[in-house]
């Protein structure tokens, strides 16, 4: 695949994102009766549910709008902004591909795990219940808690401060939005750390609306970056 075969694949891999990514979201709030606590305790979750399942399919949803279709573009993106000599650049590209290896693999153990505890949970009676519910538990916090509310957050808003900065030479308001996607993500680990679940909420529920629109924002701007650079 040529340089510009590989820009526009990855462009394109960005702008479907989103619309996946946020099906994620929605399905998620959806199938826990629109209970916006479901997803900040796995007693809250599991009450809430009726059948595992559906934790399969949001997953899925969310592995492929949040995280895996941005590997392309986190690699392409210091080619765009000429910066692929720089230091700085190249250790932020580094923790942005770590925040989606990171969070991909939560995803992929989400998909894997939770969905048939959850079924045998909903399934059991007495001391089988409490086993199962404390199994999933201790899943539930170390993926949600653990890798993407506290080990993520700092990855990606670390890669969303540095890249965005650099953005805004070539890209001014992308690259402040960028900025901003980045101080509200790394909120999401300062509550976790601090203790304040209402600051740590405010960090997520931006993430997850405002991500999705950057990514797709950057993947219209490379195709537009491609037409002009074809026109010349």
């Not at 932020?92 to 045998?120: E, H, K, M, Q, R």
């Not at 980045?182 to 997850?208: R, W």
Request: aromatic share 16%; proline share 4%; charged share 10%.
């Amino acid at each position: 695949m040529d340089t510009n075969s590989f820009k526009n694949f990855a462009a394109w891999l960005a702008i479907i994102s989103m619309p996946i990514a946020l099906m994620s979201t929605f399905l998620n709030v959806y199938w826990t009766n629109f209970n916006l606590l479901a997803f900040t305790s796995p007693a809250i979750l599991l009450q809430e549910i009726s059948d595992g399942s559906w934790l399969k399919i949001t997953f899925l949803l969310d592995l492929f709008g949040y995280y895996l279709p941005l590997l392309p573009l986190a690699i392409y993106l210091p080619r765009l902004l000429n910066a692929e000599s720089l230091p700085s650049v190249r250790m932020y590209t580094f923790l942005g591909l770590a925040y989606i290896i990171c969070g991909a693999i939560g995803a992929v153990l989400c998909i894997s795990i939770l969905p048939s505890l959850a079924d045998n949970y909903l399934q059991a009676s007495g001391q089988e219940k409490v086993i199962y519910y404390t199994v999933f538990s201790a899943f539930f916090n170390g993926i949600f808690f653990g890798l993407w509310d506290l080990l993520d957050p700092i990855l990606a808003g670390v890669w969303w401060l540095g890249i965005g900065y650099h953005m805004q030479s070539k890209w001014l308001l992308l690259g402040r939005v960028s900025m901003i996607l980045g101080a509200f993500t790394l909120l999401t680990a300062i509550g976790y750390m601090l203790g304040k679940p209402d600051v740590e909420a405010m960090g997520l529920n931006i993430y997850l609306g405002l991500a999705p629109i950057w990514t797709a924002w950057v993947g219209i701007k490379m195709l537009r970056n491609q037409v002009s650079e074809n026109g010349h």
